[in-house]
C-alpha cells in the first residue's frame, strides 16, 4: 500500500506537462525541457544545479539536453550530470530523455571537431564516462561539417544507434538541404532519426526562412527549438539594466552588453506589454509563441535558478494567439 502511494504521488509530476510526440516517432518530448547549456559546468554551484534538475523533473521535465562541450570548462556540464544521476536520479533513468552532442570544438588536434567518424564516435564513447551512463537517448551531430562527407558523420550515427549507444539519432543547426539529405539517408538505413535542433525565438526566424520548420512538420521530423528567449533577451530583466547575476552580466560570451540597443529595449518593452495583456510574463509569452502551431515539440530553457523553471513551465499551457496578437508580435519583431 505505501509503495503505491509513493508511485501516485511521484506520478502528479506528469500531470501540468503536455508531452507532444517527435515527428512520427513513439518518442514523446515534454513541451518544456532542460538544457546544461549554461550554469551546470565546473564553476557553478553543484547545490544550485541540483535544486534545478530536481525542481525542473518534479514539474515534469523529463528531458535534460547536453553536449560535450558544455561547461565551462568543456566536459564539466556532462560531469555534473553524471553526479546528479548518482545522487538523485539514477533510479529513474527509464523516465529521463538524456541527449548530448558532438561537432563542435572539444580537445586539440585533427580529430577534436567537425563532422569525422572518429570524432563523433570517440566523443561520444568520452561523454557516456563522464554521465556514467551506458546509453543516451539520442545523440546528435552538433552542427554542419562542411569539410567532412555528410554521409560520413550520419554513417557514424546510424552505427552509433545500432551499437546500442544511442536509442535515437538526431542532428542540431542543419539547414534545409542538410537535414533533407539526412532524413533520406537515415530512412535507407532504417536508423530512427527523430529531431532537428535549431536556433527559434520571436527574435529569430531563421528556421521559417529557410524552409526547415516547414521541411520538418512535412516529412515526420520533430524540432526542439533552443534559445527561445533569445539568450534571455526575450524576458523584462534588461529593461532596467544589467543585472549583476544575469547571462549578459555574469558570463558574457554569448551576450554582450552590445546587444542591448535602443532599438531592442524599444521591441522588448512592446513585446512585454502583449505579454502582461494575456497575463503572462514576457519569458512565459516567447515560449508559448514557439509553441503556438504544434511544430515545434519541446522548448529548450536554461536556467540560473528553480523559480525561472517554475515560472517558464506554465507556458505549455497558453500557446494559443489571437491572429491580432500574432500580427502585432510581428509588426513588432520586425
Known amino acids: 500500500m505505501t509503495n503505491v502511494?509513493?508511485?501516485?504521488?511521484?506520478?502528479?509530476?506528469?500531470?501540468?506537462?503536455?508531452?507532444?510526440?517527435?515527428?512520427?516517432?513513439?518518442?514523446?518530448?515534454?513541451?518544456?525541457s532542460l538544457g546544461f547549456w549554461h550554469n551546470f559546468g565546473s564553476r557553478d554551484s553543484y547545490d544550485n544545479m541540483r535544486a534545478m534538475a530536481r525542481t525542473a523533473f518534479d514539474h515534469g521535465i523529463t528531458q535534460f539536453d547536453l553536449?560535450?562541450?558544455?561547461?565551462?570548462?568543456?566536459?564539466?556540464?556532462?560531469?555534473?550530470?553524471?553526479?546528479?544521476?548518482?545522487?538523485?536520479?539514477?533510479?529513474?533513468?527509464?523516465?529521463l530523455v538524456i541527449t548530448t552532442k558532438a561537432g563542435y570544438d572539444m580537445w586539440e588536434g585533427p580529430y577534436g571537431d567537425g563532422g569525422s567518424r572518429k570524432y563523433l564516435m570517440s566523443s561520444l564513447d568520452q561523454s557516456l564516462r563522464r554521465m556514467g551512463l551506458d546509453y543516451v537517448d539520442i545523440f546528435y551531430h552538433h552542427r554542419m561539417d562542411p569539410d567532412?562527407?555528410?554521409?560520413?558523420?550520419?554513417?557514424?550515427?546510424?552505427?552509433?544507434?545500432?551499437?546500442?549507444?544511442a536509442l535515437y539519432a538526431g542532428v542540431s543547426n542543419y539547414n534545409e538541404e542538410y537535414t533533407r539529405r539526412a532524413i533520406g539517408f537515415f530512412r535507407e538505413q532504417h536508423c530512427p532519426f527523430v529531431v532537428n535542433q535549431r536556433a527559434y525565438s520571436i527574435f529569430n526566424r531563421e528556421i521559417e526562412r529557410d524552409g526547415v520548420k516547414e521541411l520538418c512538420a512535412r516529412e515526420g521530423l520533430?524540432?526542439?527549438?533552443?534559445?527561445?528567449l533569445a539568450q534571455g533577451l526575450l524576458t523584462d530583466k534588461y529593461l532596467k539594466g544589467i543585472p549583476a547575476d544575469s547571462r549578459m552580466g555574469r558570463d558574457p560570451r554569448f551576450l554582450t552588453a552590445s546587444?542591448?540597443?535602443?532599438?531592442?529595449?524599444?521591441?522588448?518593452?512592446a513585446l512585454n506589454r502583449i505579454?502582461?495583456?494575456?497575463?503572462?510574463?514576457?519569458?512565459?509569452m516567447a515560449l508559448s509563441w514557439v509553441l503556438r502551431d504544434g511544430k515545434v515539440c519541446s522548448v529548450l530553457i536554461?536556467?540560473?535558478?528553480?523559480?525561472?523553471?517554475v515560472e517558464n513551465i506554465s507556458a505549455a499551457a497558453r500557446t494559443e494567439f489571437s491572429p491580432e496578437e500574432l500580427a502585432e508580435i510581428d509588426k513588432i519583431a520586425g
Open 5 to 32: 502511494n509513493i508511485y501516485q504521488a511521484e506520478s502528479r509530476r506528469y500531470e501540468a506537462m503536455p508531452y507532444h510526440p517527435v515527428g512520427r516517432s513513439g518518442l514523446r518530448f515534454p513541451a518544456v
Open 148 to 165: 567532412t562527407p555528410l554521409e560520413e558523420s550520419l554513417q557514424a550515427l546510424a552505427d552509433i544507434v545500432r551499437q546500442g549507444k
Open 67 to 95: 553536449a560535450n562541450n558544455y561547461g565551462p570548462a568543456y566536459g564539466s556540464a556532462e560531469e555534473s550530470l553524471g553526479r546528479l544521476l548518482r545522487d538523485d536520479f539514477m533510479p529513474y533513468r527509464e523516465e
Open 302 to 309: 536554461g536556467a540560473s535558478r528553480p523559480e525561472q523553471i
Open 259 to 269: 546587444a542591448r540597443t535602443e532599438e531592442r529595449l524599444g521591441q522588448i518593452d
Open 222 to 228: 520533430g524540432i526542439i527549438a533552443f534559445s527561445p
Open 275 to 284: 505579454a502582461q495583456r494575456r497575463g503572462q510574463t514576457l519569458a512565459q
